[in-house]
């Protein structure tokens, strides 16, 4: 709809659509995120001076001089305006079709959903961890990064939508000018002048339109993609986390073994000089100490090198970091169950990144087919010249003057071709990395749920083997303290102990990272925002 200074609103729609890079099963567009309430503000403000053309051109019109005159002159200029607007090129965007199944193979059958919540690792009771989480929101290095990137698409969208506004300018000038050696002599002239400049590209095939579409796709892709990072940063962190502690429970049971295998040994030294053991049996326990003190300084290594990499991930120097205690006996696993698979789709970052991506691909192909089209550019300017400066603003000092040119590409030796080829190419590049990031999505929350299956199952049968382990101990104590063994099946038995204690802690972190997998598949309590801007691209 046109409406051209008191003329008739007129309204002629054209959509020239290019099926060949639609998907091959439409559905209905996706909603998008809108980027802020002042952007929604600004692009308002843009559509209501694109649409009617003439936000600039009334600066001129309403002129103190001439007005009828430039009135006239505009309306016959842009006549034209009304039956052209509303046109566009190339294909509508579509969302891929995607199978999606019913239910996930692995999860508990008719449980209520539990969807993890934007705080989800609190859930594990862990006050060291929440810190450590809030400490890497703030400083994470990779979230920072994201969050630049995140700024330079939204100005990004500033500017690729300026050509949807006309520009204005204005200049002032004097001029003074004399000859003195001329025969006869020229008298001194003056040229004072002062006009105001303005013109605007008619979008009449929507490219420019389409590269502001682009543009705030991509800059929805950019807040998906912090999204996403931040919520890698996260799990990276609690992973992190337990395995610390895991590691400082390895190393405790590690020297508490080191320890009973020295008792042992020096307990056989003492049966072989009694003469109730031989030196065989003496020298493979001399191999065990061994062997129990080779593995420490691998425990404390692997312990120290976790807590370096979780000075990356918080952003701290490591001679700055101290990593709080804790117990990973302790934590806990709380109930997670998903929902539908469909409802996977509005709740994974990393999918709405590759969404907005495509929608950003779609808009580049409707703006490589608009360049196949002629441009329309309008200019108009309007100023006063005069030799006089007291004389510069009378009636007969103003000039004026309108135009209009359409420029045709005819041969371009290639470059629009190819342009249209490689917008296409992407497109549907877009949609394999679409299709696979949801396929991807599905794999991850059926793997995690597989995982954490089984990795509660290990931890369980884990502590039945301490628990007989403990049991076993009691026993051999009491047969000790009845005199009819000798110390050296205390030891043993306490070795026996420590070592499915180390199990019991293994089967621990294996349920916690089971635990974080699946709240980071199921998108650790992220959701598309809705309505967007974009939905109606």
Not at 47 to 62: C, P, S, T, W, Y
Not at 141 to 166: H, K, S, W
Not at 235 to 253: C, G
Not at 483 to 488: N, P, R
Request: net charge neutral; with cysteine; hydrophobic share 45%.
């Amino acid at each position: 709809m046109f409406t051209l200074l008191g003329l008739a609103e007129v309204a002629l729609p054209c959509t020239l659509d290019d099926t060949s890079v639609r998907s091959k099963a439409p559905q209905a567009a996706p909603n998008w995120p809108r980027l802020a309430p002042w952007r929604r503000n600004k692009l308002s403000t843009r559509d209501e001076k694109v649409q009617n053309g003439l936000g600039a051109f009334r600066v001129l019109i309403n002129l103190p001089h001439g007005r009828q005159k430039w009135r006239r002159a505009c309306q016959t200029l842009l006549l034209g305006i009304p039956l052209l607007s509303g046109c566009t090129v190339g294909p509508r965007f579509h969302t891929p079709r995607v199978t999606v199944p019913a239910r996930y193979a692995s999860a508990p059958q008719d449980a209520p959903p539990a969807w993890p919540s934007s705080t989800w690792w609190r859930g594990f009771g862990s006050p060291a961890l929440n810190s450590l989480i809030q400490e890497a929101e703030q400083h994470n290095f990779t979230i920072r990064i994201a969050v630049a990137q995140l700024q330079a698409a939204n100005a990004q969208v500033e500017v690729v939508g300026a050509p949807l506004l006309p520009t204005l300018g204005a200049n002032v000038s004097g001029q003074w000018q004399r000859a003195p050696r001329s025969n006869p002599p020229t008298p001194t002239s003056h040229q004072f002048g002062a006009a105001i400049q303005t013109s605007y590209e008619l979008d009449f095939w929507g490219k420019n339109r389409d590269s502001l579409r682009a543009a705030e796709a991509n800059a929805a892709a950019s807040r998906f993609n912090r999204d996403t990072i931040a919520l890698t940063a996260v799990s990276a962190v609690a992973t992190t986390w337990f395995q610390i502690l895991a590691d400082r429970n390895a190393l405790r049971i590690g020297l508490r073994n080191l320890a009973v295998a020295e008792n042992l040994l020096t307990q056989l030294k003492a049966e072989l000089n009694a003469g109730t053991t031989d030196a065989v049996t003496v020298a493979q326990q001399a191999a065990l100490v061994a062997s129990e003190r080779a593995t420490i300084p691998t425990l404390r290594s692997q312990l120290q090198q976790e807590t370096l990499g979780l000075g990356i991930l918080v952003g701290k120097p490591p001679e700055l970091l101290a990593a709080p205690s804790g117990d990973i006996a302790a934590l806990t696993v709380p109930k997670i169950v998903p929902g539908l698979p469909a409802h996977l789709l509005r709740r994974r970052p990393d999918i709405a990144r590759a969404e907005a991506n495509l929608v950003a691909a779609n808009a580049n192909v409707r703006g490589a087919i608009a360049s196949f089209f002629p441009n329309i550019n309008l200019t108009g300017s309007a100023g006063w010249s005069s030799a006089a400066l007291n004389t510069l603003l009378a009636p007969g000092s103003l000039l004026l003057s309108a135009a209009a040119a359409i420029d045709q590409p005819l041969f371009e030796g290639g470059a629009l071709t190819g342009n249209l080829a490689v917008s296409r190419a992407t497109y549907r590049e877009n949609v394999a990395v679409y299709e696979q990031t949801v396929v991807q999505a599905f794999t991850d929350v059926d793997t995690a749920l597989v995982d954490l299956h089984y990795a509660t199952e290990q931890q369980r049968r884990a502590a039945e083997a301490v628990n007989e382990a403990r049991a076993a101990l009691a026993a051999v104590r009491a047969q000790l303290a009845a005199g009819i063994i000798d110390v050296s099946a205390v030891l043993i038995a306490e070795e026996t102990l420590l070592t499915d204690e180390n199990s019991y802690t293994q089967a621990q972190l294996a349920r916690l990272d089971a635990a974080v997998d699946l709240y980071k598949a199921l998108g650790g309590g992220w959701h598309a925002p809705s309505p967007s801007p974009l939905s109606g691209n």
